[in-house]
């Protein structure tokens, strides 16, 4: 499984929240999101929503939780699982 060219860039720049990121400005009586849905994954990582229930049927991608019935992903278990992808056939020749 490779990670996209253009979300590793975003690895090395502060995380931003989804509120953030959708454009809508943080203000003191409206705090970001602690944990992201699965839109907001896709969004972080590049890709689409149906790619990221594409890998919880495999079992792969960041580990998600449970809340309910809603999945919610951790920004910081995100990034370091992020961190630990690479190019397989990179790995090989290099």
């Known amino acids: 499984m490779t990670f996209p060219h ?10 931003q929240t989804p ?22 994954l896709a969004e ?5 929503v149906r790619t990221i229930e594409a890998w919880r049927l ?3 991608g960041p580990e998600a939780m449970r809340i309910g019935k809603h999945l919610r992903w951790d920004p910081a ?3 370091t699982w ?13």
């Open 6 to 15: 253009s979300a590793l860039m975003l690895l090395n720049r502060r995380p």
């Open 19 to 40: 509120v953030e990121r959708r454009g809508r400005p943080l203000t003191a009586t409206t705090p970001p999101p602690a944990l992201w849905d699965t839109k907001d």
């Open 44 to 48: 972080f990582l590049g890709v689409s």
């Open 58 to 60: 495999k079992g792969a």
């Open 77 to 79: 278990v995100v990034m």
């Open 82 to 94: 992020a961190r630990g992808q690479s190019d397989s056939r990179r790995s090989a020749t290099a």
